[in-house]
Nanobody, 122 residues
Framework: QVQLVESGGGLVQPGGSLRLSCAAS????????MGWYRQAPGTQRELVAG???????LYADSVKGRFTISRDNAENMVYLRMNTLKPEDTAVYYC????????????????WGQGTQVTVSS
């Protein structure tokens, strides 16, 4: 069983930056693919970024060049660095994990965190 706890969300002005963290417990994540999703009110949960167990990454077109996903297997942590934030980035951000990268990318990972709110507003 994998437990995931997100942190680092908050209120930020447009153009600002945040770094989200996802702390994993219950297993060593080195063999897991990890990902970040987000969900704004009234919308479907959408993939933001995924990272495979060997470090390959993929991003949604809307965040390419602005967001960076990374992992620290020694610390059992995954991060999402978000730069040049826009109001449309406002959402609850969720960390996820699965042994299969395809499941992370296709919105069907086995494990989810509880989410952290990111609000981009002046």
């Amino acid at each position: 069983q994998v437990q995931l706890v997100e942190s680092g969300g908050g209120l930020v002005q447009p153009g600002g930056s945040l770094r989200l963290s996802c702390a994993a417990s219950g297993t060593i994540i080195s063999s897991y693919a990890m990902g970040w999703y987000r969900q704004a009110p009234g919308t479907q949960r959408e993939l933001v970024a995924g990272i495979s167990s060997d470090g390959g990454s993929l991003y949604a077109d809307s965040v390419k060049g602005r967001f960076t996903i990374s992992r620290d297997n020694a610390e059992n942590m995954v991060y999402l660095r978000m730069n040049t934030l826009k109001p449309e980035d406002t959402a609850v951000y969720y960390c996820c994990a699965d042994r299969q990268y395809s499941r992370v990318l296709l919105r069907t990972p086995t494990y989810w965190g509880q989410g952290t709110q990111v609000t981009v507003s002046s």
